[in-house]
C-alpha cells in the first residue's frame, strides 16, 4: 500500500538536544498527523494540522503542514529520556474517508 | 471502556488455519478501523466502518480476509487460511464521530500480533 516518504530512518541524540523530522508525500493532503508509539503500544496522537502553512505547537513539539500540502515537518525541542521512541506521520486525503496513509517511522533514541 | 481493547494479543497459528482477531472500541466511537502493521511500518490501512456499515475495504489485501461489525460496537477481522506472509501486527482503532470529517482523532488499541508458522 501506500505510504509516506519519512526521514531519517532513525536518530540517536543527546538530551537537551533538538530534533527534527520531516515527511513528504507524492500526493496532496488535507490533514497532517504526527503519532508516536512507545514499544508495545499503539500510536497516540500528538498533533494534527489541518490548513497549508499551519504551524502548531504541543509543548516542546511543534509542526507545520506545507505550504504545498505534500509534506510535513515535526521539531522536538530540549528532548529528554522519555522522547524515546518511534514517530510516525500520516496524512489524510479529503474523499479518503478516514483512511490514514503513515510513513515508516523515525526512530528517536535520547542518551542521557 | 477506557480505551481501544484487541484479542488475543498475540497469536499463533499454523498455515492454512482461520483467525479471528477482535476489536473492542472506546464506548461511544462511530467509526472503528483496522491496520496492519509489519515491523519497521507504519500502519497499513484495511478497512473501516461506521456503525456497523463497512464503508471502505480497498486495503484488504485479498478475499481471505474480511471484517464485521455486526451491532456498530465490536469487530472482528477474520483471515482464512492464513499464510506465513499475513504475519504482522494488527491494530484497530476508534474515533467519535462519522469519520467522513478530516482529522478526527483515531485512537489505536495495543494490538494483535499475529505469527502464522
Known amino acids: 500500500g501506500q505510504q509516506l516518504n519519512q526521514s531519517p530512518q532513525s536518530m540517536f541524540i543527546q538530551e537537551g538536544e533538538d530534533v527534527s523530522m520531516n515527511c513528504t508525500s507524492s500526493s496532496i493532503f488535507n490533514t497532517w498527523l504526527w503519532y508516536k508509539q512507545d514499544p508495545g503500544e499503539g500510536p497516540v496522537l500528538l498533533i494534527a494540522?489541518?490548513?497549508?502553512?499551519e504551524l502548531t505547537s504541543n509543548g516542546r513539539l511543534t509542526a507545520q503542514f506545507g505550504i504545498t500540502r505534500k509534506d510535513s515537518f515535526l521539531n522536538i525541542s530540549a528532548s529528554i529520556p522519555s522522547d524515546v521512541g518511534i514517530y510516525f506521520c500520516a496524512g489524510q486525503a479529503r474523499g479518503s474517508q478516514g483512511n490514514l496513509i503513515f510513513g515508516k517511522g523515525t526512530k528517536l533514541s535520547v542518551k542521557p | 471502556g477506557a480505551g481501544v481493547s484487541q484479542s488475543p494479543r498475540y497469536k499463533v497459528t499454523k498455515r492454512g488455519q482461520d483467525v479471528a482477531l477482535r476489536c473492542d472500541p472506546i464506548?461511544?466511537?462511530?467509526?472503528l478501523y483496522w491496520y496492519r502493521q509489519a515491523l519497521g511500518q507504519g500502519p497499513e490501512f484495511l478497512t473501516y466502518f461506521n456503525y456497523e456499515a463497512q464503508q471502505d475495504k480497498s486495503g484488504l489485501p485479498n478475499d481471505r480476509f474480511s471484517a464485521e461489525r455486526p451491532e456498530g460496537s465490536i469487530s472482528t477481522l477474520t483471515i482464512q487460511r492464513t499464510e506465513q506472509r499475513d504475519s504482522a501486527m494488527y491494530r484497530c482503532a476508534s474515533s467519535l464521530n462519522s469519520g467522513t470529517g478530516l482529522g478526527e482523532t483515531q485512537y489505536f488499541g495495543p494490538g494483535t500480533r499475529l505469527l502464522v508458522l
Open positions: 494540522l489541518y490548513k497549508a502553512g
Open positions: 464506548s461511544g466511537h462511530v467509526s
